[in-house]
């Protein structure tokens, strides 16, 4: 993987910090997609349609998780800092600091990818 430059790091950083203070309600999950590749292995740059959107993500934040018809508070399925498997469609886009983010479902997440 190239190396990452400081600035990039720190923005990072500073969405994360930023996001993580949006708890989501209930059973949510907000998640920030991983973005493709814009090069190849080669490093030849890649054309918009060439690039596959990827249903791979890091979850930001998660709610409390929703209750059950007795009361009980069910928990998540994940945790932030998880990468999980997404759905190709479905979730709210959130924009956070020209951040776009996405919030899912725990139940609409396909997998965690260890």
Do not use: W
């Amino acid at each position: 993987a190239p190396a990452r430059s400081l600035t990039c790091i720190h923005a990072d950083l500073r969405l994360m910090a930023t996001a993580r203070r949006l708890i989501p309600l209930l059973d949510r999950v907000l998640v920030k997609r991983i973005e493709p590749p814009t090069k190849s292995i080669g490093g030849v740059l890649l054309p918009d349609s060439a690039q596959t959107k990827l249903n791979e993500g890091i979850v930001i934040s998660v709610g409390p998780g929703r209750r059950d018809k007795d009361g009980t508070l069910l928990p998540m399925g994940v945790s932030a800092d998880d990468k999980v498997l997404l759905p190709q469609y479905g979730g709210s886009e959130v924009t956070i600091e020209d951040e776009d983010l996405v919030l899912f479902r725990d139940e609409d997440i396909l997998g965690v990818l260890k």
